[in-house]
């Protein structure tokens, strides 16, 4: 057994579509329509078959409340792991990218959290260097 998808909620799907290829630098995967709605996936450049981010839409009436309640106490919905942290950061925010937390160390991680635009907070990620 393996993952093959993982899913986030998100407000609107072209706009996440947006900020996940353009800001993230994900690529896009798949795109169905799906009703009124797309089967929307992206992944990362580095592992093309790898796991596939659906792009899901925000329309259940749990949904918003839930994710409202994640954002208001500052947990992210996912984490994403880059090679170094404060670069990410800083490329991120030279293309526009609201980060709600700077990046910081945390034992033997460094992590940053940023709002995806659509609803969520993300959480980048990397392994600190052995000292």
Not at 11 to 24: E, H, I, P, V
Not at 39 to 67: C, I, M, N, Q, Y
């Amino acid at each position: 057994m393996r993952i093959t998808t993982a899913s986030i909620f998100v407000d609107d799907q072209q706009k996440a579509l947006d900020f996940y290829t353009t800001k993230l630098g994900f690529q896009l995967k798949t795109d169905v329509p799906a009703g009124p709605f797309r089967w929307l996936t992206v992944v990362s450049p580095e592992v093309p078959d790898g796991v596939e981010l659906l792009l899901e839409p925000s329309e259940h009436p749990a949904v918003r409340p839930f994710k409202e309640a994640l954002v208001a106490d500052g947990i992210p919905f996912n984490s994403f792991a880059v090679k170094d942290v404060q670069a990410e950061y800083e490329r991120l925010t030279g293309l526009g990218v609201r980060f709600v937390q700077e990046p910081a160390q945390m034992g033997p991680v460094t992590t940053a959290v940023l709002d995806d635009t659509c609803g969520n907070l993300i959480q980048i990620a990397a392994m600190n260097a052995p000292i």
